[in-house]
């Protein structure tokens, strides 16, 4: 079981740019797909993006495409979010999870971390 602490959150203004990191703990993180998830305020939960373990793939919602890039480096067991052109619909608290993805869904399984808060506000 892998546990993440995420990381990099803040205060941008619209059109900014920020970059969030999600360190793991645990076993083996080389081995699991990653996915990148965020809750505004009396919203549910929804996954952003997610890059896989065993092919290096990544995937995104459509309102984060182009916007958002994901990425992974196994050898400091993290994942990074570099987020771009921010717009205050981007205000939430961002998590990490483990994930099974690929085109058109990100499914988390284990713990999920504390999350780091992203607003956007001029």
């Known amino acids: 079981q892998v546990q993440f602490v995420e990381t990099g959150g803040g205060l941008v203004q619209p059109g900014g740019s920020l970059r969030l990191s999600c360190v793991a703990s645990?076993?083996?993180?080389?081995?699991?797909?990653v996915g990148w998830f965020r809750q505004a305020p009396g919203k549910e939960r929804e996954g952003t993006s997610c890059?896989?373990?065993?092919?290096?793939?990544?995937f995104y919602a459509d309102s984060m495409q182009g916007r958002f890039t994901i990425s992974r480096d196994n050898a400091k067991s993290t994942v990074y979010l570099q987020m771009n052109s921010l717009k205050p619909e981007d205000t939430a608290v961002y998590y990490c999870?483990?994930?099974?993805?690929?085109?058109?869904?990100?499914?988390?399984?284990?713990?999920w971390g504390q999350g780091t808060q992203v607003t956007v506000s001029s």
């Open positions: 645990g076993s083996y993180f080389e081995n699991y797909s």
């Open positions: 890059i896989r373990a065993e092919d290096g793939k990544s």
């Open positions: 999870a483990t994930v099974v993805c690929g085109l058109g869904y990100i499914s988390p399984f284990g713990p």
